[in-house]
């Protein structure tokens, strides 16, 4: 059981100055930074933010809750907070029983060491006794599935081995509340799903999670309670699908519209800003559901701030389960790639056919990146939201069955249809030759 | 799904109960916390000589290399050239016998007052009791100290040092540099999280203060009417000690006492330093 009660957690940053272009101005300055530190006027240049503000609430034991927000939105603080990295402000935390958290994966790792020292040393530093790690070892090694390499320095290993061995760790210690960030953000989708197995397999038998998450998605899976959380506050708790629903749907009044008004409060950096995400249907209109036969866009709006960078869009197509189905990328438009970019704002729009998606609720990650230099200047998880719908009136891929039917793409194919003249005699069923 | 209230394998109500607040927790809880976490000392020390000696041709026996060199050194110019005088020892073996337990003290200092700014992703990622850290650190030069102590081995069967029992005697006298070191590095590594000015500061404190220990020359060289402040340095007991029983010679034991409570008083100090700031050291790093 956990409760947390009032707890406000707050951060003295200093004023943000202006850089220095020359020596010449900055030497002054640093001087003058070095006497007002000793001056007792110092601390009304500070301001304080709260990253956490009177945050209360309980979550009984075998209770899996999901807590979600923007970026910046006191989430991990909050993690922090409850794994007693550091302290809150005010306020009480009271945890009943042994607390396991998961703040990134391979927390201890040394680079240099080998998987089997790895193992131990992050075992230990996540709380586990010698004892206990030497018993579960092999359990620990199996479910990493790198046995032949255990021997080999971690630094050799690709980084799917490594998050694979990492989690492994973390996986089998066994603490009565498990507190998680975002781990499940790395790794391939069949990992995912064993992570996701795991968590569950640890919520059946009636441990605790916490679990902090940007994607949708796995958090209805895994949480059936969700808290959802805005500078710094709890902003909803409740049912899974409708804290997750009013999440989405916040700012624009439509899951299928996001739109930061103001460049200075806008996700990204001095190069590109996320203006607008929306889902226009095939007549133009902003939609959250979208008939499966018909075509659809995907329009992203972003600021290009300086002249001489090439930013681009990309969007990333994720299902209910987690699964990324596909990534689209604007500079598939070779002749936009070539054209030197001139600060405004730009338009991006990516047609997606009909009969392609199947059925079902997707979630839009978009980003703004520039290559060689490789950097991102943008990346939101889940900004817009929309349900592709198949009614079934017969001219879809799947006819007039209403049944299940499974697969991530539901592509109109061709197909090719005759029947093979035989001289073989055909029997019926019923025993009567039928020719 | 199972209702969880009804699973069977659900873990009976557990006894732990973990109380965060806005204060300070109380000192007897930590002490108990870092009782409870003892393996870990082990564990990251294990880790810092595991790494220390990674892709190194001569590997471990850099721990024994170092302080045989300095010794080489010092002998040639304080030994051969200023004729230091030695207490009546080969002054190689007089040497060793003081670097020996200053590099046990240095290098306790030196890695722990960088240890906690050197693991930001331990800090910010996972909660154990934050003083493991610089003490670890501090243990991890045991190790080196053990193998360099074969150094010392050889010198006195060539050198005649007083070969007996009383060699059990060294125990106590390391046990007692390793407090002081884990006290100064322990305090050191505290300020150093949100004074970074500590990493330039140590390396010249180590050096002066190496100079006010009788690690070159002989505390006997030192006239009556100073020794008063040399005993307020523990480290100038400590090798005096060390030096003692390695030759057999009477030991000081008043110096060792007072000596010993200055230590403990060092230890307190940054005990009490750690606690101010250990709950904001995830802030600052």
Redesign the interface.
Known sequence: MITVDHVTKQ?TIGTVQARYGTLRDAVPNVMRAMTRRFRAGAASRRTVINALNDVSFRVR???AVGIIGRNGAGKSTLL????????????????????G?L??VG??F?P??SGR?NV??SG????M??AEILRQFDAIVAFAEVERFIDTPVKFYSSGMYMRLAFAVAAHLQP?ILLIDEVLAVGDSNFQKRCLGKMEEF?????TVLFVSHNMASVVRLCQRVILMQDGAVVADGPADQVTRRYLQSGTGSPAERVWPDVAGAPGDGIARLHAVRIRDERGRIAPTIDIRKSFDVEVEYWALQTGTRPTVSIHFVNEEGITLLVSNDFNNRVWWRTPRGPGLVRCTCRLPGNFLAEGQLFIAAAVCSYNPDLVHALEYDVVSFQIVDRSEGDGVRGEYAGNWPGVVRPMLEWHVEPIPTAVAVFTTSGDVLS | ??L??T?P???A??E???????TRPQLSAELRELWEHR??FY?LA??DI??RY??TVLGIAWAVLQPAMTMIVFTLFFGKLARVPSDGVAYPLFAYAGILPWTLMAAGVGASSGSVVGSP????????PRMIIPGAAVLSGLVDFLIAAVGLALLMARYGGHVSWTLVGLVPVVGLILLLAAGVGGFLAAVNVKYRDVRYIVPFFMQLWMFATPVIYSASLVPARWRVFLALNPMASYIEAFRAVCFGRPLDWAGLGLSTLVTFAMVAVAVRAFRTVE??F??YI
């Open positions: 951060y034991a075998g209770e922090k907070v409850l794994g007693r990295i550091t302290q809150p402000t005010r306020g009480a935390i009271d945890l009943y029983g042994r607390v958290s703040l990134e927390t201890g040394h240099e060491l020292e131990v040393l230990a530093i996540l709380g006794r010698r009565e919520r059946s038998i009636g441990r | 799904m199972n969880p209230a699973s394998q659900q873990p109500t557990s732990i109960h973990i109380a965060i607040r806005s393996e870990l564990f294990w880790r595991k790494v990674k892709q992703n331990l800090i910010t990622k996972v909660y154990f709950q904001t995830a802030d």
